[in-house]
């Protein structure tokens, strides 16, 4: 599981508790979603890898069954390499990383008073805060959207 503890420091001091909570699961479901993605990708990949290579040396065996095994091998990576470009898995993966990237680094400006936070009006500060945390989801939605229109998970509504 993901340790959620080095996400609190990225915890933002907003006087809205609804928001400070909506702020911080979703910052820990964009980092655990790239999280799950990224093992998906590196297991399947090197699983890939593994028995790609293991085929030419199956094959050089004197064996009676070696001719199945290396077609069932090459059945294998293939529905991997497969799923692997069906889900695109790291490009989820970077999708839910620069996502989460993205809201740690407005709660870091935010908690900073940096840049559009330097002012003193705390509500203008959070309102400013909850408008670029909107538009961070808002962005990456329609991101997801696009992919699945591309993949024919859902049709184009417009």
């Not at 809205?16 to 979703?26: A, D, I, L, R």
Request: with cysteine; charged share 25%.
């Amino acid at each position: 599981m993901i340790r959620h503890e080095l996400l609190n420091t990225y915890e933002v001091n907003l006087k809205n508790e609804n928001v400070k909570k909506t702020v911080e699961m979703t910052l820990k479901y964009y980092v655990h979603r790239a999280l799950i993605f990224k093992y998906m990708y590196y297991i399947l990949s090197i699983l890939a890898v593994v028995l790609n290579a293991s085929i030419p040396v199956l094959s050089q065996i004197n064996w009676v069954q070696n001719k199945l095994m290396v077609t069932i091998i090459s059945s294998v990576v293939t529905v991997i390499t497969s799923v692997q470009a069906l889900i695109r898995l790291k490009e989820s993966w970077i999708r839910y990383r620069g996502c989460a990237e993205a809201l740690k680094s407005e709660c870091v400006q935010f908690n900073g008073n940096i840049n559009e936070y330097n002012d003193e009006d705390l509500e203008e500060k959070e309102r400013i805060f909850i408008m670029n945390f909107e538009k961070i989801n808002q962005a990456e939605r329609l991101q997801w959207k696009d992919n699945a229109v591309k993949k024919g998970v859902v049709g184009n509504t417009e």
